[in-house]
């Protein structure tokens, strides 16, 4: 049974930092991708971040720069730091695996084939 449980969310205040980490658990068949896609109210699930298999990184626009995604590939873990931050960073952000072999880079939500339940991240201004 794969899990994935996102922990590291919080309320920071604007232009401060969290650090989100993904455990994971159970066996893939493989791991071609692990992201970061978030979620606020009212809003559909957005990609933020993602690193290939070779380690390769790849960015929305709106956190390039600020955020930094990185993979423990002996472990399967995945985190998540997040610096400079703003109120419209404020949602649940939730951790992804993707398993099927691509020529690229997978950032569309139904690339991912197991997903953690979220933890929260609030800026508050």
């Known amino acids: 049974q794969v899990q994935l449980v996102e922990s590291g969310g919080g309320l920071v205040q604007a232009g401060g930092s969290l650090r989100l980490s993904c455990a994971t658990s159970?066996?893939?068949?493989?791991?071609?991708?692990m992201g970061w896609y978030r979620q606020a109210p009212g809003k559909e699930r957005e990609f933020v971040a993602t690193?290939?298999?070779?380690?390769?990184?790849y960015y929305a626009n709106s956190v390039k720069g600020r955020f930094t995604i990185s993979r423990d590939t002996a472990k399967n873990t995945l985190s998540l730091q997040m610096n400079s931050l703003k109120p419209e960073d404020t949602a649940i952000y939730y951790c992804?695996?993707?398993?099927?072999?691509?020529?690229?880079?997978?950032?569309?939500?139904?690339?991912?084939?197991?997903w953690g339940q979220g933890t929260q991240g609030t800026v508050s201004s």
């Open positions: 992804a695996v993707a398993t099927r072999t691509r020529l690229w880079i997978p950032t569309a939500v139904d690339e991912y084939d197991f």
């Open positions: 159970g066996r893939f068949s493989s791991i071609e991708a």
């Open positions: 690193v290939g298999s070779g380690g390769e990184t």
